[in-house]
């Protein structure tokens, strides 16, 4: 099951005089899934919602209908971000309860390339921060995480886990040894930021020579004088989970 709440990126502190909190339910425009929660903050096109087990989440406005955008645009008061917020969200990972961060979500494409790779999943509630570059995956099951973590990677993206049990597998067939070409699989490629990224990454490792991407075949095709230790550890850095 899926929330259209995307996980959250700071943790808020409000100012003196701050809006009273009211539960209400949201809706997402395109899926009809709703959330409830208090409406605690805005930040440029996000809004910061509450839930009833007191976890905050960041959601882009645009997602909600007409009449949730209508409310936070005439009650949401600016947001006050905290320095440490992201460090302590990430110390926070359970079984239960994972965040995957450091994913390349350049887009909207993106964002529904992991709607799409977790559509059949069950027993789990999940919530992508485009802002925060990261996931949150929570369940009273932890296989139920893990299989969504590697359903993810499936789709091509690469997160560091803040719960060392449940994360995303090393890539086969990496090696040390310099070779002089190597295709490279399963890449999430869904628009010209994410080719660019790719093609910047791979370039930059020492001894790449040339890159050829294909992006219906969601493949890159590397020559050069290189290690496919090398450029699985830059793809993964850049968020992206590839195959050899």
């Known amino acids: 099951m899926k929330t259209i709440a995307t996980v959250i990126t700071t943790i808020l502190a409000l100012a003196a005089g701050s809006l009273h ?14 959330i409830d929660g208090e409406l605690i903050s805005i930040d440029g096109e996000q809004a910061t919602l509450k839930r009833s087990d007191g976890k905050t989440f960041t959601v882009d406005i645009s997602r909600f209908i007409e009449a949730d955008q209508v ?4 009650n949401g008061i600016p947001a006050e971000p905290s320095e440490d917020s992201e460090e302590s969200a990430a110390m926070d990972g359970t079984e239960n309860d994972v965040t995957l961060t450091g994913l390349h979500l350049c887009c909207g494409g993106c964002e529904k390339g992991i709607d799409k790779a977790l559509a059949e999943m069950e027993d789990i509630e999940y919530a992508v921060s485009r802002s925060s570059d990261s996931i949150n995956i929570t369940s009273s099951k932890s296989s139920a995480i893990q299989d969504a973590v590697d359903a993810i990677a499936a789709a091509g993206y690469y997160g560091k886990s803040n719960f060392a049990e449940i994360a ?3 890539v086969k067939g990496t090696s040390t040894e310099k070779t002089d070409s190597a295709d490279i699989s399963s890449l999430h490629i869904c628009c010209g930021a994410c080719e660019r990224a790719i093609e910047e990454t791979l370039t930059a490792v020492e001894g790449v020579a040339s890159v050829a991407i294909d992006k219906q075949a969601r493949t890159a095709t590397v020559t050069g004088d290189f290690t ?17």
Do not use: C
């Open 168 to 170: 995303i597998e090393e």
């Open 228 to 244: 496919t230790a090398d450029t699985v550890s830059a793809l993964q850095t850049a968020g992206f989970h590839p195959s050899l």
């Open 21 to 34: 909190a009211e539960t209400r339910t949201w809706t997402d425009a395109e899926s009809g899934k709703t």
């Open 71 to 74: 409310y936070i645009k005439e």
